[in-house]
């Protein structure tokens, strides 16, 4: 019946969004979007009448989306009671019953009870079961194990050990070796009670034929009790000496006739926090493996297992928690890596392809010719990966359904280029581009290199509309790209004049302006547009899940190309972007200026003063950076207002010095940075605000104080505000660390200019965490996957898209238990808006 299974799920899906307090977060892209892809299927619902009903509320009431808090609570409680009428009644076979008009209304279902259904123990139902449920956890031992992130039966079942103790190969009592761990077989003798540092604890003998060895426990008197109705035992631990004896110190045990859970095999070491034992886990995990053999019915379709030679999902988690051997316990977690996986990348997809699916795409089909001329007009020619890059681009805008890609590609590597191609195909096609930079100076920015790259060396027209200069007080420009072919370019942000904001707004809602770059502006409620076809967005990391309602609720559905500088490892960019095709500039054009990198200590301050005092006398400029202090924001502003003091005091009181920290108001972050690209400041003492910046071709030498304390890849971006001109740059990174790991870290980078090298290693350093900080990422919490593991990494998506292309996949019974798996990943651990 495969209404219990759409109901079930409902059922699952509300009960998580009441807990998580009515925030439609309980389900990815929200309720609207999980009903409107369940309530087209008729052939999926056996009773119409719960279908019907359902549409009838949303008809009559509106999308959840739009509810206040109270009102979802209401619409939520509305959809329970229909829920749980719905499964008692398929399951009972009443499905069909008899009712007034054969219509069942939502009116008529809010006094009906909102407990779970229970005609059958099902894997939905067990998932829920607490950890009580096992024999010995209390309530006191539950909230230790919450620590460990353990409230249910499924979450203890995927609490894999840390590692195992390989107590496989029994000794002979004389064999065995010092510093070793290792298990042994014989009689017990001599326990008595003793004492240990003033604590009693228990001492006993393990014999057999070849000698005897010592054992002792610590604060464990009772150990001496249960010893003494064991003749025979096997005993596992790490033998050391102890005045010229062997002796095991807190061994495991067992009773001969019982052995097999906690020696003589590959025993699993679990984490532990206060209160909690390994013995305990271990045998919490013997009863939690029998109990929940229901949570391990397999969930993937067989063609999945064998394509990727899977090991069974039950014998899996088996064989985790207590494996044959070691290549049984490899198998077993790269199965459970591999579940993890594939959910990660079906939320991702499923996020996309239900955007995509909410309003059709635009097409393109624009006649090149615009873009052979602006190709032809380039002062060069764009490298193989400039090309491959803006190919796919092609491809994916001439499709009926929007592009959601991602152009990645180190600092200087020619990504505006591509993406001001892409904007003249949408102006080709008789629509309208965008791109939104994170900030109004990189705007500016932005703006004069589109009036540079498509100027035509015999334009008639390359003037603002009104005259003047093409900037924040005219910012509407026309240029002629091909002694034909007028685009008009506008520039779009909060410090534009009222005046200069309505011409520009009323240009882009009459279609007059063909692309406009902007910054968040462009999002707001007052921007509209005749029609957007493209929109690209510079810098906005996660643009593709956050801020595509802004354009959505606009009534359009452009095609979106977010692009970054940051160099991410693939494997990140297969997840933290996972929700976008991937692009990849991975060379930099003929003649870009290498910068060359030395590391130095605070020792060498007065020499590189010199350096930069030189470099300043030829008429350079140069970046000196402040040591990064994570904890506070005002704490870092103070230590370059320090720093400033210092430097303009006592080393360059007869320079133009300028201050650039997080806690200025961005107006006059933006003043500060205009000033330093004009060349009325010599050194710009900033925080890393300068990280993502303008373009300052003067700019040849960067200081970076206390190196040690930034990751590489932040390194290299702060490396990249400098050589962009036709001069000689220099990077010196300042660090007095005697760290091996940081010191190792600086020389990476001194060695190389490369960014996706540098990310490889970072990460690989650092962790996936650390790498991308806790608040960039946006990912679920993995319990068993490591985001470092490429091959699996590509595996999963690879059977994602496998799996999110079959069109049934969002209504066949027989991927119910993937879509949860999908759910509970991701619902637990992400609000996504």
Not at 60 to 89: F, P
Not at 158 to 175: H, I, M
Request: aromatic share 6%; proline share 5%.
């Amino acid at each position: 019946m495969a209404d219990v299974d759409i109901l079930e799920s409902l059922h699952k899906i509300l009960v998580l969004e009441t807990q998580k307090g009515f925030k439609d977060t309980a389900v990815i892209g929200g309720l609207d979007a999980f009903l409107s892809g369940h309530l087209d299927q008729q052939q999926s619902w056996n009773d119409a009448r719960i279908r019907r009903a359902i549409q009838e509320l949303w008809r009559r009431e509106g999308s959840y989306k739009a509810l206040d808090a109270a009102q979802r609570e209401h619409r939520v409680q509305t959809l329970l009671s229909m829920v749980v009428t719905g499964v008692e009644s398929a399951v009972s076979g009443s499905a069909n019953s008899p009712a007034t008009d054969g219509h069942l209304s939502p009116d008529e279902t809010t006094s009906q009870p909102t407990t779970p259904p229970t005609p059958s123990r099902t894997g939905t139902e067990l998932r829920g079961r607490p950890v009580t449920v096992l024999r010995g956890i209390s309530t006191r031992t539950a909230e230790s194990l919450s620590k460990l992130g353990v409230a249910t039966l499924t979450d203890f079942l995927y609490l894999l050990p840390r590692r195992y103790l390989d107590y496989t190969q029994a000794r002979r009592v004389g064999q065995l070796e010092i510093d070793r761990e290792q298990t042994a077989v014989g009689s017990v003798a001599r326990i008595r009670l003793t004492m240990f540092g003033g604590r009693r604890g228990t001492e006993a003998y393990l014999i057999d034929d070849t000698g005897s060895i010592r054992l002792v426990w610590f604060n464990q008197p009772w150990v001496a009790k249960n010893l003494a109705s064991h003749p025979s035992i096997v005993v596992s631990g790490r033998v050391s000496y102890f005045r010229n004896q062997k002796q095991m110190e807190s061994p495991e045990w067992e009773p001969l006739e019982k052995a097999g859970i906690h020696t003589g095999r590959l025993v699993p070491v679990y984490p532990l926090t206060r209160g909690l034992s390994s013995r305990q886990m271990r045998r919490w995990m013997t009863e939690a493996l029998q109990l929940g053999s229901a949570e391990l019915t397999e969930y993937l379709p067989e063609d999945i297992l064998s394509r990727n030679h899977l090991m069974p999902l039950s014998e899996s988690v088996h064989e985790a928690h207590f494996p044959t051997d070691m290549e049984r316990a490899t198998r077993a977690r790269q199965r459970l890596t591999f579940d993890e996986l594939l959910a990660l990348q079906l939320g991702l997809l499923m996020t996309r392809q239900r955007w995509q699916r909410s309003q059709p795409g635009i097409p393109l089909s624009p006649d090149d010719s615009m873009l052979r001329e602006y190709l032809a007009n380039l002062p060069y020619h764009l490298t193989s990966p400039q090309q491959r890059a803006l190919k796919e681009i092609m491809a994916d805008i001439a499709q009926p359904v929007a592009m959601s890609r991602l152009l990645q590609g180190d600092v200087g590597s020619g990504k505006t280029v591509v993406a001001l191609a892409a904007l003249l195909m949408a102006v080709a096609s008789g629509l309208q581009g965008a791109l939104m930079a994170p900030t109004e100076v990189l705007a500016e920015q932005h703006y004069r290199t589109f009036e540079s790259l498509l100027k035509h060396e015999d334009s008639p027209v390359d003037e603002p509309l009104d005259g003047g200069t093409p900037t924040r007080d005219n910012p509407i420009l026309q240029v002629n790209i091909s002694g034909q072919r007028i685009v008009t370019l506008a520039l779009l942000t909060g410090s534009l004049s009222a005046t200069n904001r309505r011409r520009v707004h009323a240009g882009l809602s009459t279609g007059e302006i063909d692309i406009v770059v902007g910054t968040q502006a462009l999002v707001q409620s007052t921007t509209e547009f005749k029609q957007l076809g493209l929109a690209v967005v510079d810098e906005q990391h996660r643009f593709g899940v956050m801020q595509r309602g802004g354009l959505r609720q606009k009534g359009f559905n452009p095609h979106v190309l977010a692009m970054t500088a940051t160099p991410i490892p693939r494997s990140l960019a297969l997840t933290v972007y996972g929700d976008l095709d991937l692009s990849v500039i991975d060379s930099l054009p003929p003649g870009r200026q290498e910068i060359v990198t030395s590391v130095i200590s605070s020792r060498q301050m007065d020499r590189l003063y010199r350096f930069l005092r030189s470099q300043v006398q030829e008429g350079r400029q140069a970046y000196i950076i402040c040591p990064l202090i994570n904890e506070s924001e005002k704490l870092e502003s103070a230590a370059a207002k320090e720093q400033f003091d210092y430097l303009h005091q006592s080393v360059f009181p007869d320079l133009r010095l300028g201050l650039l920290h997080g806690a200025l108001h961005p107006r006059d972050k933006d003043k500060v940075m205009r000033s330093f690209r004009d060349g009325a400041i010599d050194i710009l003492v900033s925080t890393t605000v300068i990280e993502v910046g303008v373009d300052v071709p003067n700019a040849t030498v960067m200081v970076i104080l206390g190196a040690e304390r930034f990751g590489l890849s932040q390194l290299h971006q702060l490396r990249g505000r400098v050589g962009r001109g036709a001069h000689k740059s220099n990077c010196v990174v300042v660090s007095d660390s005697e760290s091996p790991d940081a010191r190792k870290r600086l020389r990476i980078l001194e060695s190389t200019n490369n960014g996706f090298e540098l990310a490889d290693y970072d990460m690989k350093m650092r962790g996936p965490g650390d790498f991308l900080g806790t608040n960039q990422s946006g990912l679920p919490q993995l319990q068993v996957a490591t985001l470092t593991d490429l091959s699996m990494l590509e595996t999963a998506r690879k059977e994602a898209q496998h799996l999110i292309s079959d069109e049934r996949f969002d209504t066949e019974p027989r991927y119910v238990a993937v879509r949860e798996r999908v759910n509970r990943l991701w619902s637990s651990n992400v609000e996504w808006s």
